[in-house]
């Protein structure tokens, strides 16, 4: 069961319209690591999930995708303004000013559909929650590249509020990975000789050797903190 309220998670607004800069957006609308995207992946995923605290957690972030969807759509919004322009509207998709009526599509900045495809579900949850976070750290990446072309104060507070989030949600997914027990794909890991083996095909090579193998244990990630955390050059 979900309920909405009306306020966003962090109020937006633009500097002026940006038809062009409104299509680059689109890509974290309906792009492949888009919100809405991290938002059906989180929500399928916890279906079979087990364990209470882990799927609370799978849902929690879900909710939250969904909001920053409609933080995302509502800066799209803005950046059409209020008049269609396609003959200025020269990247990607034109399709808010000759179809939607200026409403944000569910596609990426090229004008694809979303698709289904993009959701990543195994059942297993060691490999889901791997997928999340790379999920998450994908998403930031797409957010660092539209923050770095933009010069908009609004849209830039959006979006550092947003990919500053996307931090948060891959630091808690390590935390779960943490709490995994040896099972599913974590089970018997690194029992045979052959996953303990590192072929060195690379010549010049020689940075990699089997120490780390011999007694190799299912992996666990360190968690990021304020102390060793160094923000880039112009966000945060």
């Not at 590249?145 to 908009?152: G, M, S, V, W």
């Not at 959006?158 to 943490?178: G, K, P, S, V, Y």
Request: aromatic share 8%; net charge negative.
């Amino acid at each position: 069961m979900f309920k909405h309220e009306k306020q966003l998670l962090k109020e937006v607004k633009v500097d002026r319209p940006n038809p062009n800069y409104a299509n680059m957006m689109q890509e974290q609308l309906g792009g492949p690591h888009g919100e809405l995207k991290a938002a059906m992946q989180y929500l399928s995923q916890s279906f079979r999930i087990k364990d209470p605290r882990i799927k609370d957690l799978f849902l929690d972030i879900a909710s939250e995708e969904l909001g920053h969807m409609e933080m995302v759509g509502t800066l799209v919004c803005l950046l059409n303004g209020h008049t269609p322009d396609a003959m200025n509207t020269n990247v990607g998709n034109v399709e808010a000013a000759v179809q939607t009526g200026l409403t944000p599509m569910l596609a990426n900045a090229s004008g694809y559909p979303f698709s289904g495809t993009y959701i990543e579900e195994t059942g297993d949850l060691a490999a889901d929650i791997l997928s999340d976070i790379a999920a998450e750290q994908r998403a930031k990446v797409v957010y660092e590249n539209l923050y770095r072309q933009i010069n908009d104060k609004g849209v830039k507070e959006a979006i550092d509020f947003l990919l500053n989030r996307e931090e948060a949600h891959n630091t808690l997914f390590r935390e779960a990975f943490n709490m995994l027990e040896e099972t599913g794909s974590l089970k018997d890991w690194g029992v045979t000789s052959d996953s303990k083996k590192y072929f060195d095909l690379s010549t010049p090579g020689k940075f990699f050797d089997e120490s780390n193998l011999k007694n190799s244990k299912p992996p666990k990630f360190n968690i990021p903190n304020e102390k060793n955390k160094k923000a880039p050059v112009g966000m945060h």
